[in-house]
């Protein structure tokens, strides 16, 4: 389902009208701080996703892309702060504040990882900072130690 209405409370009425499984997508330039109802517990209860866009003309985005592939844009660079399911609520508050300059990642299958930007991330989780790329920058090989870190610590 995609909404294109500026309006919190018709995203919100959008996003109680999704089914089970579904993704929410918010493509409607709302001014930052707009706040709007969600159900977080559709994330996490019923495998629903909320992901929202800039807004950017199809032009800026077909650049951006361009860049990615041609090696002169790493995506990875973008984001700074990662936290399992229920540190999302702080991540939201981060991105209203503007806490982080880069994307904030909550990962829904994880839990008791709190809202870390990387470098904290690496300090607390060493192995997961070791393999964090040579700026710094966030990878799936970093991911996939947090996420196999946390099941593992979540059996004991």
Known sequence: MVVTVPV????ADSARLMG????????????NGTMGPLDMSRVYLGNAQYTGT???????QALVLAKAVGGTLS?????AAVGGIDS????MQAVLEGRFAGK?????????VPLLGLDELAEKY???????GERGEWTPEAERILIETHAATADR
């Not at 919190?8 to 995203?11: D, G, I, L």
């Not at 800039?54 to 800026?60: K, M, N, R, Y």
Request: zero cysteines; a negative charge; proline letters at 8%.
């Open 75 to 79: 995506p990875d660079l973008n984001l």
């Open 20 to 31: 089970p499984d579904g993704m929410l997508v918010f493509f409607a330039g709302v001014a």
């Open 54 to 60: 800039s807004g950017s003309s199809i032009e800026d």
């Open 88 to 91: 999302g609520r702080d991540g």
């Open 126 to 132: 060493p192995r997961i900072g070791e393999a964090l």
């Open 8 to 11: 919190a409370s018709v995203m």
């Open 104 to 112: 904030v990642v909550i990962f829904p299958q994880i839990s008791g």
